[in-house]
Each structure stands twice: as C-alpha cells, then as structure tokens.
C-alpha cells in the first residue's frame, strides 16, 4: 500500500453518492481525497478520487475536480 504525505480526506454526504459501483456499499464509507499536484502529476494520477471504504474493495474513480470525480463515481452504464 502507497501512503502519500499530504493527501486530504473529505467526507461526502450520502445523498452526494451513489453506492459502490463493484461493492454495492452504501454511501457513509466513502471519501473524496485530493492528490497533492506534485504527486500526482509525477505519478500521472488525476488529483481528486472518490474511494469506497468497504474493508474488502477499496474500489476508487479518479477525476480531475471534486466534481469530475463525484459525476464518474454516480455514472452508470444506464445513465451515461
């Protein structure tokens, strides 16, 4: 597992999310986390990722803002 100094953890409501696309967990587990620009421009990571905390999954979409990330984690084949 990678640790990077400096990522910041933001709780979304659960309104904001819907459940894990791989787990099905509901939302209250999840995080938003903004990659530092440092890493992630060296590592070629979009800098925000909105990870599900289901202890098995750690399933995570990357965007390259808070909303870009949220609108991928929401989209599903049956809504674009």
């Known amino acids: 597992k990678k640790r ?3 990522l910041t953890h933001f709780r979304f ?10 787990c099905g967990r509901r939302p209250g587990e999840f995080s938003i986390r903004h990659i530092p620009e440092h890493i992630a421009t060296k590592s070629g ?28 984690w929401n989209r599903r084949t049956d809504n674009g």
Do not use: S
């Open 45 to 72: 990571l979009k800098p925000y990722a909105v990870c599900c905390g289901g202890e098995n999954c750690r399933f995570y979409i990357m965007g390259d803002t808070e909303d870009d990330a949220v609108a991928a």
């Open 4 to 6: 990077w100094k400096g």
């Open 13 to 22: 409501d659960e309104k904001d999310l819907k459940p894990c696309p791989k």
